[in-house]
C-alpha cells in the first residue's frame, strides 16, 4: 500500500547539516586570533620588518601537529589490539586491495616535499608582498575558479547546474567589488601590479595546498596530522636555511635584528601566534578532510567579512585618511552577504528548488536512492506472494487471507 506524504514546496530550503560545520565557526575565530596578533606585533605588522622570520614561526606552528600524531598513533594501535578488529582490517584489505596499498618512504617523502615547497613559496611571497588597505585586490573570482579546476584535476569532482551559477555570480561579484574600490584605475594598476600579481598567485598556491591535502588524505590515505607534521619539518628546514642567507647578505630579512629587538612583550605574541596558528591549521586539514577545500573557501571568506567590520570600527570609518563614502560600505557588505551566501550553494548547505538547481546535490541524490530502495522492496514483496510453478502451466498466488489460489497462464 503506497503511503501519501504531503510536501511543501519552498524555493530555499537547507541541505545535509552536520554539527561538525561548528568547525568552521571556531576556525574563523582562531584565523581572527592570528590576524589581531600579527597586527600588534612590531614584527609582522604592517609590511612585515622580519618576512622569514614570521615564515620560521608558522613552520614551526605546523610542527606541533606531532602531537595529534602521537595521539591517533597511540589509539590506532590501542585498537589493533583488538584481535576481531585486525581480522576484519585484513578481510576489507582483500576486498579492497587499493586501501591495502602502503606507500614507501619515498613516496611519501616527495608527497610532503612537494605539499612544504608550494606552502612555503606561497608563504614567502605573500610575507614579502604584504598585502594592506591600499594594495587589496578581492580574489574570489580567482579561488573559485582554481579551486573548481584543481577538484576536476585531482577528485574528478562534476559539476552541475547549482555550481555553474555559484561560480559566475562569485566571479561577477568579485569584479563588481574590484571596481567599487577602484582596483581597476590605471594609476593604481601601475602603482600596485606588483602586490595584485603576488596575492593572486598566493591565492592559487593555497587553492592548490588544499587540493594536494585531499588527495592525499582521500587517495593515498596518508594521516592528516602526518602531513602537516613532515609539512612543518620540510618548511622549517627550508626557512633556516633562507634566513642563514638573508642574514648574512643582510637583506630582506636579518636574524640579528630580531633577537636585538625581541622583547617579553614580543615574545608572548609571538608564542600566542604560533598557538593560534597551530589550532587553525589543525582545524583547517580536519575541515578539509571532513568536508572539502571549498569549506575553507567558506571560513576565509567569513574571515574576510568580520576582518573589513574590524577594521572599519577600528579605523572609525577612514582607509588611509580618507573617510569611506557610506554606499562604499553598504555596497561591501552587500557583495560579501551575496558571496557567502553562493558559496552556501556551492557547498550545498543551501539548496535552491527551482529550475532543477537541487536536482543533483548530494541530499537529493541520497533521497531518490531511498525512495528507488523502498520502491525496489515493494516490488520484491509483491512478487513473494506470487510462485510460478514452472512446468505446470499455474500461478499460486498467496490472498491476504493466508489462502492459495491456482491461476492458469490460459486465464491470465
Known sequence: MASKCKCKCKLISLGQINKKFLLIIILVIFS???????????????????????????????????????????????KKRDK????QNYLISLLVPNQAKVISFMEKFLLFSLVAGLDYLSLVISSLFWIYGANYVNSWPVVIISMTLFSYLFLKMKLYR?????????IIIGLLYNVLLDVFEAKNISENYIYF????????????????????????????????????????LFGIITLIITTSINKVDNFIDFCNELDVKEGLLIIFLII?????????????????????FLADALSGFLS?????????????????EAYVIVLSVLFFIICLFMILVYIEIIQLNFC??????????????????????????????????????????????????LTSFDDE
Open 32 to 78: 581572527l586570533c592570528s590576524m589581531l596578533i600579527r597586527t600588534k606585533t612590531k614584527f609582522f605588522s604592517d609590511k612585515q620588518e622580519h618576512p622569514i622570520v614570521y615564515c620560521l614561526t608558522y613552520s614551526l606552528s605546523l610542527c606541533f601537529s606531532f602531537i595529534f600524531l602521537v595521539i591517533y598513533k597511540f589509539h590506532n594501535k590501542k
Open 84 to 87: 576481531i578488529e585486525v581480522e
Open 162 to 170: 547549482h555550481h555553474y551559477l555559484s561560480i559566475i555570480i562569485i
Open 197 to 236: 600579481i603576488t596575492f593572486l598567485c598566493t591565492e592559487i598556491l593555497h587553492s592548490l595546498v588544499y587540493f594536494l591535502y585531499k588527495y592525499y588524505m582521500y587517495i593515498k590515505y596518508i594521516i592528516s596530522f602526518e602531513i602537516l607534521f613532515y609539512q612543518g619539518i620540510i618548511e622549517l
Open 276 to 296: 593560534t596558528n597551530f589550532i587553525s591549521n589543525a582545524l583547517l586539514i580536519t575541515i578539509i578532510n571532513i568536508f572539502s577545500p571549498f569549506h575553507i
Open 308 to 324: 573589513f567590520f574590524s577594521t572599519l570600527i577600528e579605523n572609525k570609518g577612514m582607509n588611509n585618511g580618507e573617510e569611506i
Open 356 to 405: 532543477g538547481l537541487s536536482n543533483m546535490t548530494i541530499k537529493n541524490i541520497q533521497l531518490r536512492a531511498q525512495l528507488d530502495c523502498l520502491e525496489n522492496i515493494g516490488k520484491i514483496e509483491d512478487d513473494k506472494n506470487r510462485i510460478d510453478t514452472k512446468g505446470d502451466g499455474y500461478i499460486i498466488e498467496l490472498t491476504e487471507e493466508n489462502s492459495m489460489r
